[in-house]
C-alpha cells in the first residue's frame, strides 16, 4: 500500500466514524470536572508501527486520577479494536518494515485534522479549560493542536 492510499483509506475510515465522535464530544465536555484544567485529546499509535491507533480523552489538573475518572465513560473517541471479523473500525494496517513512510506520523496527522473537523463542525463550543490535541510520544508533524483556548466561544 502507498503512502497515499493509505492516508486515503485512513481518512475515509475516520469520516465515517464523524458522528459517533459528535455524540461523544457533548458528553466529555459535560462531564469535565470543574478542577480540570486542559482536555488533552490524545492520539496513541500502536509501538509497532503498523496503524494501528486509539483516540482518547485526557484531563490535567489535581489529583489525575479522580478526575480522570470523571470523564472515563465518554473519553474514548475512537478505539480500533481487533474482532473475529478484522480489525473494527478497519483502519489500514500495514507491516512497517514494508513500506518506507513514517505510519505513526502519518496516524496521528490524519487522526489531528479529523478531530478539527468534527471539532469545528460544531461553531462555537462552550468550555473553560483549552482543549489540546496530542500525538502520544511526539509522533505526528502537525501536533500540538489547540483545539480551544478556555476562552469563551
Not at 58 to 75: E, F, Q, R, T, W
Not at 126 to 138: A, E, L, N, Q, R
Request: hydrophobic share 45%.
Amino acid at each position: 500500500m502507498t503512502e497515499s492510499e493509505f492516508i486515503a483509506k485512513l481518512t475515509a475510515v475516520l469520516d465515517g466514524q464523524s458522528d459517533a465522535a459528535r455524540t461523544q464530544i457533548p458528553l466529555l465536555l459535560a462531564s469535565l470536572p470543574d478542577a480540570a484544567t486542559r482536555l488533552d485529546l490524545q492520539i496513541f499509535p500502536a509501538q509497532d508501527g503498523g496503524g494501528f491507533f486509539t483516540v482518547r480523552a485526557s484531563v490535567d489538573g489535581p489529583n489525575l486520577y479522580v478526575i480522570n475518572k470523571s470523564i472515563d465513560a465518554h473519553a474514548d473517541l475512537f478505539d480500533a479494536k481487533y474482532t473475529e471479523d478484522g480489525v473494527q473500525p478497519p483502519i489500514p494496517i500495514v507491516d512497517c518494515f514494508d513500506v518506507d513512510y513514517p505510519v505513526n506520523d502519518i496516524v496521528v496527522d490524519c487522526a489531528a485534522k479529523w478531530l478539527q473537523t468534527v471539532w469545528h463542525s460544531f461553531g462555537g463550543i462552550k468550555c473553560d479549560i483549552p482543549v489540546v490535541i496530542v500525538g502520544h510520544d511526539d509522533y505526528g508533524t502537525v501536533t500540538p493542536v489547540e483545539l480551544h483556548s478556555g476562552a469563551a466561544a
